[in-house]
Antibody, heavy 118, light 111 residues
Framework: QVTLRESGPALVKPTQTLTLTCTFS??????????VTWVRQPPGKALEWLAH???????SYNPSLKSRLTISKDTSNSQVVLSMTSMDPVDTATYYC??????????WGQGTLVTVSS | QSVLTQPPSVSGAPGQRVTISCTGS?????????VHWYQQSPGKAPKVLIY???NRPSGVPERFSGSKSGTSASLAITGLQAQDEAEYYC???????????FGGGTKLPVL
């Protein structure tokens, strides 16, 4: 059974760095063509793709946020970490991690709401 | 402004058929990249409905179907049910951006 769970702070201050962890089970990031992605959704708005990391450590980022994002994996602990610097109130959103194998995002975590406020 | 354009809302009555369009360009759908569709109920994570343009994951009813032509894709829902009331998103890859992209979402109330 594939599961993913996001964890991290619910509240961050403007200018701080957000660090989120995706802990997963039921699959391995050492398997070829398997990846984990991060997607966010501001309240009442659409989904926005943030970043991918694949089993071969290939990474890709949303070009509009690339300078602020870092994604990494800890295969042995089944975790993927996303960091986003210079947080702003417009970054308030629910952040999701999801698995990707065939290009779609087939399993999602429940999401974690991050509020940016002083 | 989303790279993939969807109508903000469509509506239908129980039992009816509705379609949701997703219009892209020559750097995403028109370039041959797959389109995937997700259903999101309020307060829930998205769930994949269609992957690879027209494939249904196990457990997704046959009432849901996907197609793609040129620079556009469509999601069709037949025999609309109250439980289909949700927001629907299309998703593909854009080679100019080098990024996954989503549509802006389509809200489907079942009247």
């Amino acid at each position: 059974q594939v599961t993913l769970r996001e964890s991290g702070p619910a509240l961050v201050k403007p200018t701080q760095t957000l660090t989120l962890t995706c802990t997963f089970s039921g699959f391995s990031l050492s398997r070829t063509d398997t990846g984990v992605t991060w997607v966010r959704q501001p309240p009442g708005k659409a989904l926005e793709w943030l970043a991918h990391i694949f089993s071969n450590d290939e990474k890709s980022y949303n070009p509009s946020l690339k300078s602020r994002l870092t994604i990494s994996k800890d295969t042995s602990n089944s975790q993927v970490v996303l960091s986003m610097t210079s947080m702003d109130p417009v970054d308030t959103a629910t952040y999701y991690c999801a698995r990707t194998v065939t290009g779609d995002f087939d399993y999602w975590g429940q999401g974690t709401l991050v509020t940016v406020s002083s | 402004q989303s790279v993939l354009t969807q109508p903000p809302s469509v509506s239908g009555a129980p039992g009816q058929r509705v379609t949701i369009s997703c219009t892209g360009s020559s750097s995403n759908i028109g370039a041959g990249f797959d389109v995937h569709w997700y259903q999101q109920s309020p307060g829930k994570a998205p769930k994949v409905l269609i992957y690879g343009n027209s494939n249904r994951p196990s457990g997704v009813p046959e009432r849901f179907s996907g197609s793609k032509s040129g620079t556009s894709a469509s999601l069709a829902i037949t025999g609309l049910q109250a439980q289909d009331e949700a927001e629907y998103y299309c998703h593909s890859y854009d080679s100019s951006l080098g990024a996954s992209v989503f549509g802006g979402g389509t809200k489907l109330p079942v009247l």
